[in-house]
């Protein structure tokens, strides 16, 4: 069964780095549009960012926008969030999330869903 794997989570101080990988085990997702949503406590799921299959496109909300850079390698199954300059309010858990196409994935075609990491911003 294809399975997402993060890692990378943790607790850093306000205004520290982090980088969050995602790397399946049992299949690769080369071919489908990746991205990362999160969840703090008391709310809904959010969307974050999303990169396409090959790593042409790449969106952000606007909340990240310019703090959090998503890639990927392919050859590697891997794809990466790198967030900067964090703040105490992207204290959440991090799901990777694999889409259905190639395109950038949304939050209404997610095909697999990782089980999480726990990022905590301390101020």
């Known amino acids: 069964q294809a399975q997402l794997v993060e890692s990378g989570g943790g607790l850093v101080q306000a205004g520290g780095s982090l980088r969050l990988s995602c790397g399946p085990s049992g299949r690769t997702f080369s071919s489908v549009g990746m991205g990362w949503f999160r969840q703090a406590p008391g709310k809904e799921r959010e969307f974050v960012t999303a990169?396409?299959?090959?790593?042409?496109?790449?969106l952000y909300a606007d909340s990240v926008k310019g703090r959090f850079t998503i890639s990927r390698d392919n050859a590697k199954n891997t794809v990466y969030l790198q967030m900067n300059s964090l703040k105490p309010e992207d204290t959440a858990v991090y799901y990777c999330?694999?889409?259905?196409?190639?395109?950038?994935?949304?939050?209404?075609?997610?095909?697999?869903w990782g089980p999480g990491t726990q990022v905590t911003v301390s101020s």
């Open positions: 999330a694999a889409g259905r196409d190639r395109g950038l994935v949304r939050p209404g075609n997610v095909g697999h």
């Open positions: 990169i396409s299959w090959s790593g042409s496109r790449t």
